[in-house]
């Protein structure tokens, strides 16, 4: 499997367990995002056109560490008003590490970080 496509694949497994962590309102949505929900239906499209898989890349992002066999997961969400952030992201990074155990790749070495950009 080639670098790209395990970076796509691991970043739509970090999403699903993101989006799937209580608290987790969504993924901080690019500028793309931004703009597509702002066009003339006013509405956001959802997943990557032609592939029928979510696009979550601008909340996530899986960076390979120059061949040390180790992978930085970068997150960044937005949270439900009530849930104390610290409580959250510690979720969320646990969410994250468990994914990726179940990975064809399962023997990664990860370094999640978490960024809270917002409450909802």
Do not use: N, Y
């Given at each position: 499997m080639t670098e790209q496509r395990a970076s796509g694949d691991l970043t739509d497994t970090v999403a699903r367990a993101v989006l799937g962590t209580a608290g987790v309102a969504f993924l901080r949505p690019g500028l793309a995002q931004l703009l597509r929900a702002s066009g003339p239906f006013g509405r956001a499209r959802t997943g990557t056109p032609g592939t029928g898989r979510p696009s979550h890349s601008s909340g996530v992002r899986v960076t390979p560490l120059g061949g040390t066999g180790r992978w930085r997961v970068e997150?960044?969400?937005?949270?439900?008003?009530?849930?104390?952030?610290?409580?959250?992201?510690?979720?969320?990074?646990?969410?994250?590490?468990?994914?990726?155990?179940?990975?064809?790749?399962?023997?990664?070495?990860?370094?999640?970080?978490?960024?809270?950009?917002?409450?909802?």
């Open positions: 997150v960044h969400v937005v949270l439900h008003r009530g849930h104390r952030a610290v409580d959250v992201t510690r979720a969320v990074r646990a969410a994250v590490t468990e994914s990726l155990r179940g990975t064809a790749e399962g023997a990664l070495q990860v370094s999640v970080t978490v960024t809270v950009t917002g409450l909802v």
